[in-house]
């Protein structure tokens, strides 16, 4: 079956920028999603179509895409960044599209 | 704003049907895809399945076997049903929305609160 393919952690210090991957050999045809999911609470929507960002979040979050990964982008990381990171996809392969999630991504703002 | 409101019993014997109902209150019914993901304790984000206003659906192959997702567009409201639980069935399940432009997914938007499902003999 289809998988996405996250690091497990990510370590930043505050201000620093922080760069989660995310990994999958349909990415270059098939948009990526990241959400951020907070201890305790649902996961929130980040950044859609590789690179959209709604518009409540903050511009230090950005996406973008090469070949076969995806990336996301914090910039001047704050400590309320610290947070699981998941992506998502589509897969394809089957009779019928469905959604995969990456494994998440834990960052730490050290 | 739209909020999504979801419940449903949250412990279960083995061999149970799990059944969760999400509310949908403000915005469009129609226009959007209504979905279920579940979250296993440490674990991360698993998709199950989703439905639109019409009743189209389209499940994870591995749960098509035991999953229905329904919908009432009276009542604004669809639902999860999995049946035959098991341990393995344990998790933090959330409803969600998903929209779309030109069709295309423009992501999962707006979640409901999560509810903690165990199942324990």
């Known amino acids: 079956s289809y998988e996405l393919t996250q690091p497990p952690s990510v370590s930043v210090s505050p201000g620093q920028t922080a760069r989660i991957t995310c990994s999958g050999d349909?990415?270059?045809?098939?948009?990526a999603y990241w959400y951020q999911q907070k201890p305790g609470q649902a996961p929130g929507l980040l950044i859609y179509k590789d690179t959209e960002r709604p518009s409540a979040i903050p511009e230090r979050f950005s996406g973008s895409s090469s070949g076969t990964t995806v990336t996301l982008t914090i910039s001047g990381v704050q400590a309320e960044d610290e947070a699981d990171y998941y992506c998502?996809?589509?897969?394809?392969?089957?009779?019928?599209?469905?959604?995969?999630f990456g494994g998440g991504t834990k960052l730490a703002v050290l | 704003q739209v909020q999504l409101q979801q419940w449903g019993a949250g412990l279960l014997k083995p061999s149970e049907t799990l059944s969760l109902t999400c509310a949908v209150y403000g915005g469009s019914f129609s226009d959007y895809y209504w979905i279920w993901i579940r979250q296993p304790p440490g674990k991360g984000l698993e998709w199950i399945g989703e439905v639109n206003h019409s009743g189209s659906t389209n499940y994870k192959p591995s749960l098509k076997s035991r999953v229905t997702i329904s919908v009432d567009t009276s009542k604004r409201h669809f639902s999860l049903r999995l049946s035959s639980v098991t341990a393995a069935d344990t998790a933090v399940y959330y409803c969600?929305?998903?929209?779309?432009?030109?069709?295309?997914?423009?992501?999962?938007?707006?979640w409901g609160q999560g509810t903690t499902v165990t199942v324990s003999s």
């Open positions: 998502h996809s589509t897969d394809t392969s089957g009779s019928y599209p469905s959604v995969v």
């Open positions: 349909a990415l270059p045809n098939q948009f």
């Open positions: 969600a929305r998903v929209g779309s432009s030109g069709g295309i997914s423009d992501g999962m938007d707006v």
